[in-house]
Each structure stands twice: as C-alpha cells, then as structure tokens.
C-alpha cells in the first residue's frame, strides 16, 4: 500500500513536499512514481525514481520538481517548488508492477495510493 500526504493550497511561487509511505513493499527495489490528473482528464506522469536512483521528470516540472527516496523510512518525496497555477491537480503516487524494471508507462504502475490534493492559487 502507498499512501501519499503533503498537498494543500499554496500561492504560485510557493514549495510543497509530498511523501508517499510505503507498506508491504520496499521502495529501493522499484521504480517509484509520481502522477497527477485534474478532474476530467487522463492521468498524467510527474516523475520517477528507478530503484539505482536515477530520475526522470516530465518536461513541465523539469527544474521545479524533484524527487527523493528515504530507503530507511520506505518513503518517496515529491519537492515542487515554484508551483503555478497549472499545478493544481490531485498528485497520486505508485509503484512499479516488476521490482528492477523501468518505465514511465503509466499501465506499469500499481498500488496507487489515495492521491492528495494540491491547489496553487494565482
């Protein structure tokens, strides 16, 4: 199970941290993602982090997002930074289906967490 925290209404301009905790599977053997979906609309990737540690963003984040891995806490962050009003969506937060296998392909994703919300005011 994931479950992600950290969203809240922010003015454009402003930083937020999400976390996504793991339960029942370790973070460092996957690809861990970050995906976001405004109502109506398909579901969108974020960011990455392979279970070596390298990431991969999506290019309207590119320079504005990172994210993190705390292999001791089983937890994936999401720094944003930065944040514009485009940004508001509700960010959810999955791991990959294969340990040790790589993709930004949404259907190699599973174990969606509840998603949280994150509002940038202009």
Do not use: H
């Amino acid at each position: 199970q994931l479950q992600a925290s950290g969203g809240g209404l922010v003015q454009a301009g402003g930083s937020l941290r999400l976390s996504c905790a793991a339960s029942g599977r370790t973070v460092s053997s996957y690809t861990m993602g970050w995906f976001r979906q405004a109502p109506g609309k398909e579901r969108e990737f974020v960011a990455a982090i392979s279970w070596r540690g390298g990431s991969d963003y999506a290019d309207s984040v590119k320079g504005r997002f990172t994210i993190s891995r705390d292999n001791a806490k089983n937890t994936v962050y999401l720094q944003m930074n930065n944040l514009k009003p485009e940004d508001t969506r509700v960010y959810y937060c999955a791991a990959g289906r294969v340990p040790y296998y790589y993709s930004l392909v949404l259907p190699d994703f599973e174990s969606w967490g509840q998603g949280t919300q994150v509002t940038v005011s202009s």
